[in-house]
């Protein structure tokens, strides 16, 4: 038996789920006593993931497989389940691990529990703690499957060290002829993916023009945050698609979400309710925004961004 982790990668390196994935997966299999495996897609420095717990890396390297495709994933992940008889898969809550799920529960004849946000309860049957109704409620899920598969939320759990000697294998990629390729992906402009991002920095129309966007990727640079959009911007062509978050666009867990110019529509705060702490800038105290935030500042973004960028700034320089 074994507990197998998909560790997502990105320009030849992981992402930051693949180490939180990497230390939930150890604190499971350290009571049961069983190998923690991972699986790779065309990484080209694996001595990361061996600070995080991972007994075996099984890396997979193939040119075709250089982008994401379901179907073809799936299928290499599964042949390495069930070789290695792993009972748990692992994966992120990342729009791709949410593809590639539904796969491989029929490859495995596998439960999926989906958003989980702890430690599970018991193994035999699998007991979950699973967020619900856009992030509002929670629930407890059992499964009694053979094989069972885990989506853990991102930043749900601690990433911490647990240096293990880690083997790494290099596995031949399963090809399949019906599967197209990926040619081409587009990705969001900040340096830091909204996946990944402790913090994000979000506007809405409240900026007025996409010559005013500077306020947003100011602020996120000096957080180190990765940088986003409401759905009107890019529907307007203001910023890409891939920046989009929301129900409709990409969901938002961060530990801090700062919305600027942001009414805060229904289908915006079910994205990003996941958020540990919200901000909210509006010049409209009536703005839907401030009920659901933690914070909120009542004012003209362009007069309040600049000064809280200049106050952090000063605060960064005296440390």
């Known amino acids: 038996m074994s507990i ?20 939930y997966g150890r604190a499971i299999a350290d009571p049961l006593g069983v190998e923690l495996m991972a699986v790779c897609f065309n990484i080209q420095d694996t001595n990361p993931l061996e600070s995080y717990g991972v007994d075996r890396l099984i890396q997979i390297s193939d040119p075709s497989l250089e982008n994401f495709t379901a179907h073809q994933y799936a299928a290499n992940i599964a042949e390495i389940a069930q070789t290695h008889d792993a009972k748990l898969v692992i994966l992120s809550s ?9 796969l491989l529960a029929v490859s495995l004849s596998a439960g999926y529990a989906s958003n989980v946000v702890g430690l599970p309860e018991s193994i035999e049957p699998l007991r979950v703690k699973r967020s619900c109704f856009t992030n509002k409620a929670f629930n407890l899920s059992t499964l009694d499957n053979k094989v069972n598969i885990i989506g853990l939320s991102n930043n749900s759990y601690p990433v911490s060290e647990n240096p293990k000697e880690m083997v790494v294998e290099q596995k031949k990629a399963i090809l399949s002829e019906t599967s197209f390729k990926v040619e081409k992906v587009e990705k969001a402009s900040g340096q830091v993916s909204i996946a990944d991002a402790d913090i994000v920095v979000s506007g809405g129309r409240g ?3 996409p010559e005013n966007w500077h306020l947003i990727e100011d602020l996120a640079s000096t957080l180190g945050a990765a940088t986003a959009c409401s759905k009107p911007v890019s529907d307007m062509g203001w910023r890409p698609h ?5 129900q409709t666009g990409k969901p938002v867990a961060s530990n801090l979400y700062i919305a600027i110019g942001v009414s805060g529509a229904i289908q915006h705060l079910a994205g990003i309710n996941s958020s540990k702490v919200k901000v909210v800038i509006n010049n409209d105290p009536e703005a839907p925004f401030f009920k659901a935030a933690d ?25």
């Open 295 to 319: 914070y909120g500042v009542v004012g003209d973004a362009f007069e309040v961004v600049p000064e809280l960028i200049e106050k952090l700034k000063a605060f960064k320089y005296n440390e």
């Open 242 to 246: 891939s920046e989009h978050v929301g």
């Open 94 to 102: 990342s729009a791709n691990a949410k593809y590639l799920a539904p």
């Open 207 to 209: 900026l007025k023009g």
């Open 4 to 23: 197998l982790i998909f560790t997502e990668t990105e320009n030849g390196k992981f992402k930051k789920s693949a180490f939180e994935l990497a230390s």
